[in-house]
Every structure is written in C-alpha cells, then in structure tokens.
C-alpha cells in the first residue's frame, strides 16, 4: 500500500497543519544526527546549507569538481513564484492551479499547493543571499511572462537564472563547510545504499581520483541526483547526468514512480551528425517573439534541404506558422509538450528543414521588423549568440532552425508528502523525485521546486523523521550491512573491468538513446514499445558480453566510469517502457498515438489512469511490480487541457 | 576572531609597495625633466650647474632624494620577490604560450624593462651622481657684468674655494660651482653612451605606459571617468614625453654642441 | 556538408598527479567541421578505446559553456583560439585540415594535475568558502523587495556574479594569479547591499587564502580579461583592491573565524 501521508484539511492549511504537528529535534540534540545529502544542485545544496544551518552534520556528495557545477547551473529562463508583484492577478492558488493543469493533472495536489505556497520565500531567501535578480529602474525586482503563463510571475536573472540560483545556493553551502558542519566530498559518485533494519543509514561511494570504495554512515540519506534524461544519449543534460545514485536506490527498495513522463523541449539546436555529443537548448523565451514555421510543401522543403532555396525565398503565402494555424490564442506559446510534438508531426510529414530534415524554422524576420534589431539583440543577444557559435548561421539574417530535445524527466522516485521515500529515511528531492509537475512540466518551475524542497520542505520532515527515531547514538558503522554493500560494489566494478569486448559504452549508450527516441519519445505505441522492450534486453546482452571496459579501478577512469552509468540506464530504459506500455492513455509528455483527440491532442484517460505508477524492483531480470497511488483532486476539476 | 594576514606579506601589500613607489619616481621624472631642461639653454651651465648645487644641498631636497633611492630599491627588490613568488605559481609551464593574443608585450616582461632601467640608473648614478660627490668633476666660474649682463666663463682649480661660492666684487658677480655641465657634455661625446641612453629610454617608455596606469588599476581606481585620463597620461605623458624629452638630452650634445 | 579534415594533436598526457606526464602525438582523423572540439576528443577516445588503448581523460559536463568544467589549453590559450567562450563551445571549423594542436591542461600550481588535461580546483572552492557569501540563514529574511537596489548597480553585480570558476583566468595570467576570480565574487557582494555587514571581512578573508593557495600576483596584464569565457572585467580587481586596502588601513573589522 502506497501512503502518500497527505494531511488532512483544506488545501490551503496543510502544510502549516502539518509543520506543527511534525516533531521536533531538540537543537543541542541535532547535532547528533548526520545526514547523508547525494548531488549538491539546487535540491542537494540548499537542503545541505539548510539542514547544517539547522545544527545537523552534514555530508556532500557529488561527481563534478566542485558542488557549483551541478547542471542546475545551466538553467536559463527564470524562476516562478506567485509574489503577485505586478499586480496582474497571480496568487498561489493561480500558480498551484496553473502547475496542476500544466501537468495534465496527473500531480498529487497537496504537494503543488505546498510548491506554490513556498514559492514566495524562495525568492526572499536568494536576494537575501545576493542573487542579482533583473530589477526594474525603481530598484524593484523584475518579472517576466514564461512559458505561456498569463501572469507575469517569472524572476530571472538574465539567461542565467540557474547558474545565480545555483551560485547563491552554494554559498550558503560554503558558509557551512567553513563552519566545520558540512564535510564536502567532490569526484565522488553514490554507488550504493546502505540499508540497517529496513532503513537507509548509509552509502557506497567511488573516489573516482583514486578509486577508492567508501562507506559512509548517515541518519538519513537525501538524493538529490537530478533527472534521467541521458537514457536517451542525446539531452540537454549535462554529459555526466547520471540515473545511477537513483537507480541503485530503487534496487534497494525506493520505487520508482512514472518513468516515462519526460519532457521534450521544443526549442533546441539540432542535431548535426553522429557525433554528436549532446544537445543544446536555447530559452523558450524565444518563443514571445519567434514565429515557428516549415514551407506548406514536401517539395519546398526538399529544394531547401538540398540547398536550392534558401528561407527567404519561400514566400509568406508557402509558409505555414503551423503552431499560429493550430492554436489560435496561445499561437507559438503553447506547452512545450504540444509544440514539441507539432514539430515532430511537421517532420513526420516530410516537411523539415536544414540538411537532415530534421528541424524547424523559428524566425526572427517579423520580430526584427517590428521591434529592431537593437530590441532583439537586447532581448535574446546571447542566445542568438550561442546560436551562432554552435551552427555559424546569423539568426538574425536567417531564421534559426529548433528541434525539440530530451530535457526534464518529470517521473522519478516515488516520495511521500514528507518527501521519504518507500525506504524510510532515505528521501528524494527536486527533479530526482516525481512529485510535483505530472506529467509535464511548466517553464520556470524547476528551480522553484529544487529550492522549494530543499530550503523549506526537508528540514521540517527529516526532523520528523529523526525525532521519531527514538534513539541518538551514531549509526554503527561495523555493522555488517556496509561491508556487505561494499562487497557487492566491488563484485559490479569487477564485473564491468573484466568485460574486454568488442563495442565501446558509448557504442552501446548511443543505441539505446536511439531506441528510447524511437519508440519512446514524443509518440509511443504499444506496437513500438513492444519492440523496444525486446530491443533493450538484447543490448543489455549484448552490454554485458561484448562492451569493452579499460584500465583499472584505481584511477580517474572514464570507461568504468560510463559502463557504469550505462548498465544502469539500459535497466531504467527497460522500465521506462514498460510504464509506458501500462499507461495506455496520452498525457503531457507521455503521448500514446493510440489515445488522442478527433484533432490529434493528447488525450487522457482519467477513469482508469488518475495514478501514480510507483514500480517495485524484484530482483535483476524479473518484471517490477506496479503499486498505485490513485490521484484524488478534491480542489480542481479535470478538463481536457486546450491551448486552442 | 583572528587577524588576517600583516598587509605587507599578502599580495595585494606587496601590489602596493610595488604601485606607491612607481607613482613616486613617476613624479620624480617630471621634476627631473623639468630641472634638466636647462642643458639646453646656451649658457655654459650657468643655470644647470646652479640648479645642480641646490638640488644636492637643500634640505627637504635631500630628504626627498633618500625617499627616491629608497623606493627605486624598494621597487626593484619587491619587483624580484614577486617575480619568484610568480614563477613558483607555475612550475610547469606551457609547451606553447600565446601570450600575444591577450595582452601587450610590454605588460608581461616588465621585468625585463625594469632591468634595463636599474643598469641604466646604476650607470646615470655612476657617471653624474657619484662623480659629483666625489670631487671628480671639474669645477668653473662665471663672472658676469652686473652692468652688461655679459657673461665669461673658465675653468678653475678646486682648492680656491669651497664647493659653491657667490661673491660680488666690483659690479662683477662670481659664482664658482662644480662644472656637472660640462661632465654631461664630455659624457655625451661617446656615442656608445648615447646609444644606450636613447635604448634606455625606449625601455623607460614601454614600463611606463604599462606601469602607470597599472599603478593605479592596483590602488584601485575604477571610475569611469578618471580611468580614460590616466590612461591617457600614461601612454602620452609617461610614455611619450618623459621618455622622448631625456633622449633629446644626450642626441642634443652629440649632434648639436 | 560538412567540411573533414584530418589533425596532429600533441596532448599532455600525465597517469596521475604523482607521476610526471609527456606529450603524446594522436592523429585525429576524419574530423568533421561542425564537430565541437570535445566532440573531436570524444571521436579521438573512441578510436583509442578500440584500440585498447586509455582514452584521454579531460574535464567536461554541461558542453553549453556554463558550468566551467572543462579546461583545456589549446595552442597556447586557454579555452582554444576564440574569445569570449569555453572549450566546449568551440568547433572544429576553427582549425584545417593538417593543422598540429596542442593540447595542455591548465598550469598552476594551486592546480596540480590529476590526470591527463584533468587538474585539481578545489583551491577555488576553499576561497569561496572562506568568504564568498552573506551570513543568512534559510528563513527569516525579509521580502525580496525590501532591499530596492538601483538597476545600474544590480546589473554590475550581475556581470561580475557571472564567473563559472573554470580557471581560464589563472591558466592565462603568467603569473597564474587567481585575482580575477576572487575579485568577481568579492566585486559582487560590494557591490550589493546585501553584502555591506560583512564587506571588509570578506575580502581580507578571501585574499588570504588565496594567497595561501599559492596563485601568484597580479601585474595587471590584462590576460585575464581577454580569456574570460564570461567576460569578467579587469575593474574587478581594482575594486578588490580597493576593498581590501580600506580593510587594511581604515576599518577595524579582523577575519572572523568560525570555530
């Protein structure tokens, strides 16, 4: 049984309900507590810099160089909350109900009412911090429109908005490490948890400068380990994302919830080859003033593949602003899911653009026209910039070409209001958790719920957690779970370097992104996952009989390093699949071509899909078994989502 | 609560020790030039060797003139402790360095620059400052005519008198000095000397229009509106004027006396 | 199409920070111009990996020039021939056919080698540890629009908070100084209000590990600035030295040190 441990009441008192009724630890008694805190973005660095504030010892794990590097770092657009400083209508219920709809109503609506209610002193918390917010010329604070939102409720700091957040946050985690109360661990890489008594108590890490295999004892573990999004090879994840932190938690007990909601992101840079090594996405804030378009004709596109034409030569009347056509009131600023699927739809049709044909114009011509050139480079200087850097086309001469890309995984572990998840004292927080955006994700709301989670949600119910312990004394580090655990990695490690195949991991990682695009990207079948499902189990052998793994284990080792991640990605692509095969309705990012309206829209299937699918690990190679958490909305009504 | 560091033994004290002292012998260059603008009058020296005198005896004078040895040694002993202090930044260096792509050439061998610039100061100290205290330059006396205002000169012996007289005797003013003048004259006469003076100078030109500003940029001058003038100074005043002004002084006694 | 070419690299290659490293000749084949640079070295690895042989090994993450991992020195700058960005978002159609790169990891010796073109940067982290925040606790701070701060001001604070801490500005200094660094984190918070409790401590506190780190001295060259994927400008370091000469000599605030 699934306890999602919401609280009782109205919406709007829960979580001050809740915070009351949460016990407390005595603060000379924090300090008896260690909390293990995995990944330091905004989710990991904010709850460590929190909870070490709180009087807690505190445990930093990450794999990059240095906690600032985390890829929360690469956000661009903003941050949401529902401060209602432009007087425009806003207030938490509108971000909560926004957020709810957005994500195709498939959120636990406590947890986004909790999201929005918060919101508000995220943002006091970074300025507070020195966050260089955009500011108005009065010295207030700026806000923009995003992502479609009918308010202006967007905080942002120019195209950085990620890094700032993520640089303030790491300050305030710098204070602690100065402080003695956190002990920062870079180069590290979670393989394991350790498990006392049912409960998490620990974790298994690899330096991975010297290959040391360590164990390392907490009360409680966070994971804040990001998104999945690199199952797919190609995202606009950072090249070392991983899912293994999450993924070896899940075997240890932590379900995992709504694998196959992943967000596409329609406006990124496309791909140009084989080499590609990853993809790079520019802010949908390009979509205020960019008309999306392709030529009405095959034949048109084709000349333009092949050189014979160039976009300016296509006449307005041979041009179809296809998102304007579709979607008369939101035109090019529908939802990434709707546009991103036009997109494909477009390409589907034979009707792309740029040498692959695998893109879509989004045109500055009107924009440059109306507004300047001065105006939009001020607007979008940098990312027409970056543009240019990366495809050495001038979009303001030409129009840029965009096709969406992997972005944001919306499923994840399985947590409960208190964020815990089904292994107690082990919790997830920010993108690595399912919770809050269903099954889609709306601009600007990601860094909210990083922040949210970490600066203001987990060190009220952690505390809980430990107060009900019952007991201070140190989590035994001889007890024989660790060396077990240990064991056990060493025997994987041993497992991956003694593999002297004939395919390299990225060989291997590059068909299987391939295979998840295909079959479950932005429309699936149940035809197609049928095969990917066989598809994934065959390069899984063919992973643990023919991949070539160098070198040894104590050293940096790139190889080991990736087989690694990549054994785990083709277990998650096989679950993926088979939570989209389960889930034969469309919704958000999960599109079944079998489940769609008369006009070709996602269509839900709300009597039988109102759930969450938390999915329980039994064991290597057998099926996992489905737990739902049915989804009661006792505040909003659910409607088809329309953006006509 | 704990002290931080003395501020002479951070790097941003001995930035400071570096900037304070090449501001002051900045000044000094001008004073320097200006004084020595007087060996191109055509007077023998009367003015140059009486400037001379006063600028070695007046009293806040010398005081000053300490205060300048003392930063020139400061300045070059702070130069080299940074300088090892740099190399042990980097111990390994580069296979390939493209130093030029990113800054001028002058602003990364000041080292060198200041190098030419102190044998060149030991050897200016040599040939006048020292020889000048120490009795090896000849000594002259000028008589002129209260009432024509004319003006002879001659060579005289050391022992008649002490150092510097002036006397009136019979409407006709004595002055008797050490002939510094006429030591500048015959140092000039070697082309070697005015070779390495003229190169000395072009050394002097490219520290300063690094240095000037730098200085400045290390005491922390950020204004938008003052930085573009000491820019401007340093690159036409420091590093075009000074330099350009003591070079004529020796092509002037090799070419024109 | 795109254009192919075929290179020389000559790239450091060092087994770990004990052992002494050498340059190693690799022919890069086939290289596609629209390739970014990382993406030539991923191409170069899966050949060497093929071959059985170790794979370079070089720092690298987001590949959208933001999270200041990777570091390369390449032909004798930092972050490759182009200003204003990272290794990362370099491409190939900035070399041709036959050319000879070499390839370096950042020299320093607060940066020492770990492997290959990979070096240790956690001297940086210790600097923004030792002053590179405000002292505020989650909670109980004011609403955000308390503090009204001037457009101009906020939007300077912004240019010099942009630092990715990737180290091109000690890689390029010959001196390896680590001024422009520190000074953007201290430029930053001087110039916020939010940063005004703590200002004077702030900089002698950084300044003095950064000095302990062993970065050597600023002599003002400028290369820094030049080589800023982010474009820090050098009136950062006068600014720091302007803080932190008024700690010195005017203000009576110490370094607090937390115990």
């Not at chain 1, 979580?15 to 909390?35: D, Y």
């Not at chain 2, 790097?11 to 012998?25: A, D």
């Not at chain 3, 073109?117 to 030792?130: G, K, N």
Request: aromatic share 10%; proline share 3%; glycine share 8%.
């Amino acid at each position: 049984m699934l306890d999602s441990k919401v609280p009782a009441g109205p919406l709007a008192e829960k979580w001050s309900k809740h915070k009351f009724n949460m016990k407390l630890v005595n603060p000379a008694n924090k300090r008896k507590f260690t909390i293990i805190v995995v990944g330091t973005g905004l989710a990991g660095a904010s709850a460590a810099a929190s909870l070490a504030e709180l009087g807690y010892n505190v445990k930093t794990f990450c794999y990059q160089d240095s906690p600032r590097r985390a890829h929360s770092i690469a956000a661009q657009g903003g941050i949401n909350a529902a401060k209602n400083y432009q007087n425009d209508g806003d207030s938490v219920y509108r971000l909560f109900y926004d957020t709810i709809k957005g994500g195709d109503y498939r959120a636990r609506e406590a947890n986004v009412y909790r999201l929005a209610e918060v919101s508000v002193n995220i943002i006091d918390q970074c300025v507070a911090q020195g966050v260089p917010f955009a500011r108005e010329y009065g010295g207030l604070l700026d806000n923009r429109s995003f992502g479609g939102a009918q308010v202006s409720r967007t905080f942002y700091a120019r195209g950085q908005t990620g890094q700032q957040l993520l640089l303030g946050a790491y300050s305030a985690l710098n204070r602690q490490i100065r402080k003695g109360k956190v002990i920062s661990y870079t180069r590290h890489e979670m393989l394991d948890l350790v498990k006392i008594d049912g409960h998490a108590r620990g974790i298994i890490t690899r330096d991975m400068v010297t290959g040391k295999i360590e164990s390392h004892e907490g009360h409680a573990v966070l994971l804040c380990t990001g998104g999945y999004g690199n199952v797919f090879f190609l995202s606009t994840n950072a090249m070392g994302c991983n899912v293994t932190a999450a993924w070896r938690a899940h075997k240890r007990g932590a379900f995992f919830a709504n694998p196959c909601y992943t967000q596409i992101h329609p406006t990124c840079i496309p791909v140009t080859g084989d080499h590609q090594s990853k993809l790079t996405l520019m802010s949908e804030s390009l979509r205020n003033d960019g008309r999306v378009w392709v030529p009405k004709t095959k034949e048109l596109s084709e000349k333009l593949r092949q050189g014979q034409l160039k976009p300016a030569d296509i006449k307005e009347e041979d041009r179809d602003y296809f998102l304007e056509r579709k979607y008369p009131s939101f035109g090019n600023l529908v939802p990434r899911d709707v546009a991103s699927r036009n997109a494909k739809e477009m390409v589907d049709d034979g009707r792309g653009v740029g040498k692959s044909g695998v893109a879509v114009f989004l045109d500055f011509a009107d924009a440059i026209k109306r507004l300047g050139k001065d105006t939009v480079e001020a607007k979008y200087g940098n990312l027409f910039d970056m543009y240019y850097q990366i495809t050495d086309e001038n979009p303001y001469e030409q129009p840029m070409r965009i096709y969406p890309a992997v972005h944001y995984t919306m499923g994840g572990i399985w947590v409960d209001y208190n964020l815990m998840t089904t292994v107690p004292g082990l919790y997830a927080l920010g993108e690595c958790n399912f919770s809050d955006h269903g099954a889609n994700r709306l601009g600007a709301s990601a860094l909210m719920q990083g922040l949210s989670d970490g600066y203001f949600v987990i060190p009220y119910t952690v505390g809980d957690y430990l107060a009900n312990l019952g007991s201070f004394a140190p989590v035994d580090k001889n007890n024989p779970a660790f060396e077990q655990t240990r064991k056990e990695v060493e025997d994987k490690i041993n497992a991956l370097l003694s593999l002297k195949g004939s395919k390299t991991v990225d060989d291997i990682h590059k068909k299987l992104g391939n295979i998840m695009w295909e079959y479950c990207g932005m429309a699936r079948t149940a035809e197609g996952l049928t095969k990917a499902k066989g598809l994934i189990q065959e390069l899984k052998k063919e992973f643990w009989s023919d991949v070539k793994v160098l070198g040894e284990n104590e050293e940096l080792n790139m190889s080991l390093e990736k087989a690694g991640r990549v054994a785990d990605f083709l277990e998650l692509g096989e679950l993926m699949v088979d939570d989209a095969l389960n889930r034969s309705e469309s919704c958000g990012g999960h599109f079944r071509l079998e489940s769609q309206t008369e006009e070709g829209e996602a269509k839900r299937d709300d009597e039988n899909f109102t759930y969450v699918a938390a999915w329980e690990f039994k064991g290597d190679d057998q099926p996992e078994a489905l737990h739902k958490e049915e989804l009661v909305f006792e505040n909003v009504k659910l409607t088809q989502r329309s953006y006509k | 609560m704990s002290n931080s560091k003395p501020v002479l033994n951070s790097s941003l004290g001995r930035k400071l020790i570096m900037s304070l002292t090449g501001i002051f012998l900045c000044l000094f260059l001008i004073v320097h030039l200006i004084g020595n603008l007087q060996l191109f009058k055509n007077d023998a020296g009367y003015a140059f060797n009486q400037y001379a005198y006063f600028m070695t005896h007046f009293t806040p004078i010398k005081v000053v003139s300490y205060l300048l040895y003392a930063s020139i040694i400061l300045h070059a002993i702070y130069a080299l402790v940074l300088t090892m202090k740099n190399k042990a930044a980097r111990p390994i260096g580069y296979a390939q360095f493209n130093g030029a792509a990113n800054s001028k050439w002058n602003s990364r061998n000041m080292g060198i620059l200041g190098t030419i610039i102190l044998v060149f100061l030991a050897t200016h100290m040599y040939n006048f400052w020292w020889k000048y205290h120490n009795d090896q330059v000849p000594y002259v006396e000028y008589r002129t005519d209260l009432a024509t205002g004319e003006t002879t000169v001659q060579e005289i012996q050391a022992d008649e008198f002490n150092d510097y007289q002036v006397t009136v005797e019979n409407n006709v003013e004595i002055i008797k000095a050490r002939d510094l003048y006429k030591q500048v004259d015959f140092a000039f006469q070697n082309i070697g000397i005015v070779i390495f003076y003229v190169l000395a100078m072009v050394a002097l030109s490219f520290h300063l229009i690094h240095g000037f500003k730098s200085a400045f940029q290390t005491l922390g001058v950020t204004h938008k509106k003052y930085v573009p003038i000491i820019e401007f100074l340093g690159v036409w005043g420091f590093g075009v004027i000074i330099p350009i002004g003591f070079a004529l002084m020796p092509l002037y006694f090799y070419f024109v006396k | 199409m795109a254009q192919h070419m075929n290179l020389t690299l000559k790239v450091w290659r060092q087994k770990n920070d004990k052992s002494k490293g050498k340059f190693v000749t690799i022919q890069a084949k086939d290289i596609a111009d629209d390739m970014s640079f990382l993406e030539m070295l991923d191409v170069v690895n899966e050949d060497l990996t093929r071959k059985g042989e170790d794979p370079i090994y070089f720092d690298h993450d987001c590949r959208e020039g933001i999270c200041g991992m990777c570091s390369l020195v390449i032909n004798g700058r930092p972050h490759g021939p182009k200003y204003g960005i990272t290794t990362c978002q370099l491409h190939m159609r900035s070399f041709h056919d036959g050319q000879t790169i070499v390839i370096e990891p950042w020299r320093a010796a607060a940066f020492p080698v770990l492997k290959d073109l990979a070096v240790d940067r956690t001297s940086f982290d210790r600097i923004q540890q030792a002053g590179g925040y405000v002292n505020v606790n989650t909670g109980g701070v004011p609403d955000a629009n308390t503090i009204p701060i001037p457009k101009r001001i906020a939007d300077e604070a912004f240019e010099s908070a942009t630092c990715i801490g990737c180290g091109a500005c000690v890689a390029a200094c010959k001196n390896a100084s680590a001024m422009l660094f520190v000074s953007a984190k201290i430029s930053q918070f001087a110039l916020l209000p939010q940063g005004q409790t703590e200002r004077y401590e702030r900089a002698q506190a950084m300044i003095d590990q950064m000095d302990a780190e062993g970065f050597g001295n600023c002599t003002n060259t400028g290369a820094c600035e030049a080589e800023c994927p982010k474009g820090i400008k050098l009136s950062n370091i006068a600014r720091m030295n302007r803080e932190y000469f008024t700690a010195k000599f005017f203000r009576e605030e110490d370094v607090h040190t937390h115990s």
